[in-house]
């Protein structure tokens, strides 16, 4: 299986600062044949269900703000916000969709400092 | 607009078994694979399987193969999960999740998700 490991469980940023989410897997998501990286990351807040953000590690699902940004590519992956707002207090995770099981990082939980 | 509604919460006892239903509306059924996720209490997500609502064909993780199965009602565009042989590490949110490229590779990420369900095991 591959394994998908975050970092920082938590943190804690000041509204208006960068939140940084590091996301590494166990081996390399990019799949040759297209070069695209079978990543994605939702965003899930208390009692909902996860929200898309990202897939494609970098393409952004429709309605997400342009203060998050999906980077990396390989084994390392980044979320950022660039500009906390409250309303981006949530877990954060990602998912590889490379291979079988899909399987998700242990999440991230965001809050204001 | 795309809709997956789940059935309401339920509480089993141990060996008991759970159906869940994810009602879905706003697109054409067999467009797009149905995935179920589940998540534990403070818990992170993980992975059950999917249909192929095309096919009706679906795949199991291996850590549940024997105790799933997942089927479908394409006339009421609605998906089920069936967990069998309940236990307490079985309590969790259980949620329906299209997948976003409609490609039935069964590698795919999720642009929709069910409200979830809960399902309680009692000991």
């Known amino acids: 299986d591959i394994v998908m490991t975050q970092s920082p469980d938590s943190l804690a940023v000041s509204l208006g600062e960068r939140a940084t989410v590091n996301c590494k897997s166990s081996q390399s998501l990019l799949y040759s044949s297209n070069n695209k990286n079978y990543l994605a990351w939702y965003q899930q807040k208390p009692g909902q269900p996860p929200k898309l953000l990202f897939y494609w590690a970098s393409t952004r699902a429709s309605g997400v703000p342009d203060r998050f940004s999906g980077s990396g590519s390989g084994t390392d992956f980044t979320l950022t916000i660039s500009s906390l707002q409250a309303e981006d207090v949530a877990v954060y995770y990602c998912?590889?969709?490379?291979?079988?099981?899909?399987?998700f990082g242990g999440g991230t939980k965001v809050e204001i400092k | 607009q795309v809709q997956l509604v789940q059935s309401g919460a339920e509480v089993k006892e141990a060996g008991a078994s759970v159906k869940v239903s994810c009602k879905v509306s706003g697109y054409t059924f067999t467009d797009y694979s149905i995935h179920w996720v589940r998540q534990a209490p403070g818990r992170g997500l993980e992975w059950m399987g999917w249909?192929?609502?095309?096919?009706?064909?679906?795949k199991y993780a291996q850590k549940f193969q024997g105790r799933v199965t997942m089927t479908m009602d394409t006339s009421i565009t609605t998906a089920y999960m069936d967990l069998t042989r309940l236990t307490s590490d079985d309590t969790a949110v259980y949620y329906c999740a299209r997948d976003g490229r409609g490609k039935f590779s069964g590698y795919d990420y999720y642009d929709y998700w069910g409200q979830g369900t809960l399902v309680t095991i009692s000991s």
């Open positions: 998912q590889q969709f490379y291979g079988s099981p899909l399987t």
């Open positions: 249909i192929n609502p095309k096919s009706g064909d679906p």
